[in-house]
């Protein structure tokens, strides 16, 4: 069974940094495109950041280009987003999620993590 | 890529069909047809519903349908039910190698 689990959510002050994981589980994880979403409370999804298997790839969206990094430990079977400068409107659940073998669909997802973004 | 345009809410009684549009533009559609939809219930975590436009995962009920004409794609709910009630996202791989999606659609049942 497919299993994410993200963690490293919490209150965080505006300027400060975080760091997000997830842990995969369930299917082998250094042939997949790993991504991350994001949903703010009381509003739609929006994608953040993917990187290809082997790291080579990595694209990012507009909105968090420069003060996000996405990186992941194949052998460690795990993901991570490391989150800097952040602003209040970075408060949200931030999601992992696969993509599918074919590319161009995220068919597994995890729970989420909430980060805030507050003084 | 600004977000896919989808209805805010969609409603209709238990056995009825809704459809919920999803429209972009060419460049947000890409050249391959890698549309989704994700149903969301709250405090959950989105579930693939439709991928490649038309495709259902296994496990999803037929009774989910997409669709795609031009730039605009659709997902149909046919025999509605009680529990398709929720929050639905259209999504896209763009031309740009990146995801977009939908604004969102409050799917209630009557």
């Known amino acids: 069974e497919v299993q994410l689990v993200e963690s490293g959510g919490g209150l965080v002050q505006p300027g400060g940094s975080l760091r997000l994981s997830c842990a995969a589980s369930?299917?082998?994880?250094?042939?997949?495109?790993m991504n991350w979403v994001r949903q703010a409370p009381g509003k739609g999804l929006e994608w953040l950041s993917y990187?290809?298997?082997?790291?080579?790839?990595?694209k990012y969206a507009d909105s968090v280009k420069g003060r996000f990094t996405i990186s992941r430990d194949n052998a460690k079977n795990s993901l991570y987003l490391q989150m800097n400068s952040l602003r209040a409107e970075d408060t949200a659940v931030y999601y992992c999620?696969?993509?599918?073998?074919?590319?161009?669909?995220?068919?597994?997802w995890g729970q989420g993590t909430l980060v805030t973004v507050s003084s | 890529h600004s977000a896919l345009t989808q209805p805010a809410s969609v409603s209709g009684s238990p056995g009825q069909s809704i459809t919920i549009s999803c429209t972009g533009t060419?460049?947000?559609?890409?050249?391959?047809?890698?549309v989704s939809w994700y149903q969301q219930h709250p405090g959950k975590a989105p579930k693939l519903m439709i991928y490649?436009?038309?495709n259902r995962p296994s496990g999803v009920s037929n009774r989910f349908s997409g669709s795609k004409s031009g730039n605009t794609a659709s997902l149909t709910i046919s025999g509605l039910q009680a529990e398709d009630e929720g929050d639905y996202y259209c999504?896209?791989?763009?031309?740009?190698?990146?995801?977009?999606f939908g604004t969102g659609t409050k799917v209630t049942v009557l």
């Open positions: 999620a696969r993509d599918s073998p074919w590319g161009g669909t995220l068919d597994y």
């Open positions: 369930g299917f082998t994880f250094n042939t997949y495109t």
């Open positions: 990187m290809s298997s082997s790291s080579s790839v990595i």
């Open positions: 060419s460049s947000d559609f890409g050249t391959f047809n890698y």
């Open positions: 490649e436009v038309t």
């Open positions: 999504s896209s791989y763009t031309s740009s190698s990146t995801y977009v």
